[in-house]
């Protein structure tokens, strides 16, 4: 198994920026479509952007696209999700995967980690 690993995660205010980072423990993901998703206190995981392996190609929820921008260094095996214009509904649990998430790696799958916090206050 590979273990992602999030980091960039804060406290902000309304209108304000963060870039969140996401790493692999363990193995690469440059071959695979990644994706940020997030989950919100008494809500479900939801997805927020994904982007190819070549990154030529990008896909956003309504709710983030023109805000956010996701992007990848495949030579450093990162993924990167550029927030901005942050509102208060953004506040969530973010998380990194495979898109689909989950996908096959070796002979395990590419783990959730344990996210980072964004919190954007009013």
């Known amino acids: 198994q590979v273990q992602l690993v999030e980091s960039g995660g804060g406290w902000v205010q309304a209108g304000g920026s963060l870039r969140l980072s996401c790493a692999a423990s363990?193995?690469?993901?440059?071959?695979?479509?990644m994706g940020w998703f997030r989950q919100a206190p008494g809500k479900e995981r939801e997805f927020v952007a994904r982007?190819?392996?070549?990154?030529?190609?990008?896909y956003y929820a309504d709710s983030v696209k023109g805000r956010f921008t996701i992007s990848r260094d495949n030579a450093n095996n990162t993924v990167d999700l550029q927030m901005n214009s942050l509102k208060p509904e953004d506040t969530a649990v973010y998380y990194c995967?495979?898109?689909?998430?989950?996908?096959?790696?070796?002979?395990?799958?590419?783990?959730w980690g344990q996210g980072t916090q964004v919190t954007v206050s009013s």
């Open positions: 995967n495979t898109y689909p998430p989950g996908q096959r790696v070796g002979a395990g799958t590419f783990r």
């Open positions: 363990g193995g690469t993901f440059s071959a695979y479509f």
């Open positions: 982007i190819t392996s070549s990154a030529r190609i990008t």
